[in-house]
């Protein structure tokens, strides 16, 4: 959702992609949500830090406490920042409706937006 909304809103000053520890394919409830809003994600792709670890970012946001703990080494001189958020599959696990497992998804969608209109000033 990150790479979606600084693409959609930042994409003049910002070249986003994103990558995790893992891959697993882009998930349907955060395709559906980010629609909600006006955003297609449905090109990007869930890939692994690996795919993009040679490119010369000049800042790398984790955006979950697993990443930020693992967070591997990239071979360009970069600044690491973490900036925390819920996990919307996590808090989504138990929810008793579909309904209620996209209302999780749109509290993180809605938090990521908010923080991405910050980007790229709130980093310098």
Not at 18 to 37: C, Q, T, Y
Not at 95 to 110: F, I
Request: overall charge negative; proline content about 5%; charged content about 25%.
């Amino acid at each position: 959702m990150a790479e979606g909304w600084a693409r959609h809103l930042k994409s003049d000053s910002i070249q986003a992609f994103s990558a995790g520890l893992e891959a697993h394919g882009l998930n349907p409830n955060a395709v559906k949500v980010m629609e909600e809003s006006g955003v297609d994600i449905t090109s990007q792709k869930s890939q692994k830090v690996e795919e993009v670890e040679t490119i010369p970012f000049d800042f790398v946001i984790t955006v979950c406490g697993h990443a930020d703990e693992y967070c591997p080494v990239f071979s360009c001189s970069t600044t690491v920042v973490h900036i925390g958020f819920d996990d919307p599959p996590k808090l989504a696990e138990n929810a008793k409706t579909e309904e209620e497992a996209l209302n999780h998804y749109r509290k993180v969608r809605d938090e990521i937006r908010t923080f991405v209109e910050t980007l790229p000033e709130v980093l310098w």
